[in-house]
């Protein structure tokens, strides 16, 4: 079935650093792919998605480029912050167009 | 943000015991779902909606009904609580639109539920 992994963390990272978070994907056809952000004790946020290959989603000076050939979808930054510290979920739709499946998460903590 | 509301935010059950967790959702959203959060599982879904009344299992589904009679509402329901639910629950609402795919699922702040 549809799968989703990514890099396991922590991800300890110092400001300004460059960030690349690891995410592939075994699906079936060309699904959509996002990236969600989980800050402490609240739900997830849509941070970037990406729905064909080569495109690129871009938010908050995160992208991610939907590489086909590599089934890949990393999350990049140039330079993070500390108020970048949270969860990071990589997702792809199902099949069906119904749902999401998530990795399992990638804790970023960004330190000053 | 997406108009979601979860209620209870926050519950602690004893083992055996029924719950609901109740989503409530003011975007008239036609997809609305359940995942649970657990460590080491990322979020995985429950059971997702379609529609007042049209309903369909996620991977993990034993132990959990739903159910859906206004297009507002989405009910979890827990029919006897075991420890292995204990979990952070979330509801997720989305609307496919026209080609249905690449559509932002948006997600409600979670529902803390603990089963002594």
């Known amino acids: 079935g549809d799968s989703v992994t990514q890099m396991e963390g922590p991800v300890t990272l110092s400001e300004e650093a460059f960030l690349t978070i690891n995410c592939t994907y075994t699906a079936t056809g060309y699904p959509s792919l996002f990236w969600y952000v989980q800050y402490p004790g609240e739900g997830l946020q849509l941070l970037l998605k990406a729905t064909k290959a080569d495109d690129k989603g871009s938010n908050k000076g995160f992208e991610a480029t939907y590489r086909k050939e590599t089934t890949s979808f990393h999350l990049e930054k140039g330079s993070v912050q500390v108020s970048d510290s949270a969860v990071y979920f990589c997702?792809?739709?199902?099949?069906?167009?119904?749902?999401?499946?998530f990795g399992k998460g990638t804790t970023l903590s960004v330190s000053s | 943000d997406a108009g979601i509301t979860q209620s209870p935010r926050h519950k602690v059950t004893e083992t055996g015991t029924p719950v609901t967790l109740r989503c409530h959702q003011t975007e008239n959203h036609r997809y609305m779902y359940w995942y649970r959060q657990d460590p080491g599982h990322g979020l995985r879904l429950i059971h997702y909606s379609y529609g007042v009344k049209d309903t369909d299992k996620g991977e993990v589904s034993d132990g959990y009904s739903v159910s859906r009679s206004k297009t507002e509402d989405f009910l979890l329901t827990l029919e006897s609580a075991t420890s292995s639910q204990t979990s952070v629950y979330f509801c997720?609402?989305?609307?496919?639109?026209?080609?249905?795919?690449?559509?932002?699922?948006?997600f409600g702040e979670g529902s803390w539920l603990t089963v002594v």
């Open positions: 997720a609402i989305s609307d496919r639109g026209e080609g249905g795919l690449g559509n932002t699922i948006y």
């Open positions: 997702a792809i739709q199902n099949q069906a167009g119904t749902a999401l499946i």
